[in-house]
């Protein structure tokens, strides 16, 4: 399969590899929902959102609000990625992301 092929198909897995992930944090964490209708969810000190990236790797971001007040969440830092190509489901993503979110 070449590279271009590789990456096509990549492009196509992201969005539903992002119901998935979506599906499965929405089961796992209370949502919060900002103003700008973006879904957070809820830890014990703040909230994370998951979210997908085309270019130009094909992934997710998970940003970290200090909080879940408005002003928290729109000035959420601490971003982690994780390109696709890394991960060989949905499930070992979903690991990573609960590991690294500390859940």
Do not use: H
Request: a negative charge; one cysteine or more; aromatic letters at 12%.
């Amino acid at each position: 399969m070449t590279q271009k092929v590789m990456k096509e198909n990549l492009e196509n897995d992201i969005y539903t590899w992002n119901d998935i992930i979506q599906s499965s944090l929405a089961a796992r964490f209370e949502k919060l929902i900002a103003e700008d209708d973006l879904f957070w969810f809820k830890t014990k000190d703040g909230a994370f959102r998951v979210v997908p990236f085309e270019k130009p790797f094909c992934g997710f971001i998970v940003e970290y609000a200090e909080g879940q007040s408005k002003n928290a969440l729109m000035s959420a830092e601490d971003v982690d990625q994780y390109p696709l190509a890394d991960f060989e489901s949905t499930d070992s993503l979903m690991s990573q992301i609960i590991i690294d979110i500390g859940a």
